[in-house]
Antibody
Framework: QVQLVQSGAEVKKPGASVKVSCKAS????????MHWVRQAPGQGPEWMGI????????NYAQKFQGRVTMTWDTSTSTGYMDLSSLTSEDTAVYYC?????????????WGQGTLVVVSS | DIQMTQSPSSLSASVGDRITITCRAS??????LAWYQQKPGKVPKLLIY???TLQSGVPSRFSGSGSGPDFTLTISSLQPEDVATYYC?????????FGPGTKVDIK
């Protein structure tokens, strides 16, 4: 079955960067896009971007342009989301999520989430 | 960018009630609208995509409809386990924006 296992919680200082990983299993990884979504405490989900594991092409929400990089390591079936210049407003749970079906960019399978806390 | 709004922001209803949540897109999104359920402390769960296609395993009391700009999620008979926040999301083109959510609880 489809499984997305994310890396553990992180505590970062303002100005630092964080890299969250998402290991995929149970499906042909390069056939499905991967989304990254974050959720700040008490807030709704916020879509950050999407990556095509086949060619590592990504489309980022404008809010994160220049600060986020999404990549995919085909050798380990692992996706990464790197967010730089962190501020307290980046404190959130970060999720990776896979498309529900081929060609339908809806997040149907989710990782367990990674809490990132930004605090001095 | 297309903005998504939801109404109401919260509602309280009795077990067995029929409830409807509305999501509105600021521009046309065709049928590219999904609904998610999120229970406290849990990961969002996909309920419906393509406006009205029920995700596998989702109870049939959930249904979706609409043709833009307004879309609706209906729970035909509210159950205690349906207490959650519900979010719509558009995915016709990036960014795949979520709505602000509707919190549902039991009266």
């Amino acid at each position: 079955q489809v499984q997305l296992v994310q890396s553990g919680a992180e505590v970062k200082k303002p100005g630092a960067s964080v890299k969250v990983s998402c290991k995929a299993s149970g499906y042909t990884f390069n056939s499905y896009y991967m989304h990254w979504v974050r959720q700040a405490p008490g807030q709704g989900p916020e879509w950050m971007g999407i990556i095509n594991p086949r060619d590592n092409s990504a489309n980022y929400a404008q809010k994160f342009q220049g600060r986020v990089t999404m990549t995919w390591d085909t050798s380990t079936s692992t996706g990464y989301m790197d967010l730089s210049s962190l501020t307290s407003e980046d404190t959130a749970v970060y999720y990776c999520a896979r498309d529900i079906l081929l060609g339908i960019p809806v997040a149907g399978y989710w990782g367990q989430g990674t809490l990132v806390v930004v605090s001095s | 960018d297309i903005q998504m709004t939801q109404s109401p922001s919260s509602l309280s209803a009795s077990v067995g009630d029929r409830i409807t949540i509305t999501c509105r897109a600021s521009q046309g999104i065709s049928y590219y609208l999904a609904w998610y359920q999120q229970k406290p402390g849990k990961v969002p769960k996909l309920l419906i995509y393509h406006t009205s296609t029920l995700q596998s395993g989702v109870p049939s009391r959930f249904s979706g409809s609409g043709s833009g700009p307004d879309f609706t999620l209906t729970i035909s008979s509210l159950q205690p386990e349906d207490v959650a926040t519900y979010y719509c999301q558009k995915y016709n083109s990036a960014p795949f924006t979520f709505g602000p959510g509707t919190k549902v609880d039991i009266k």
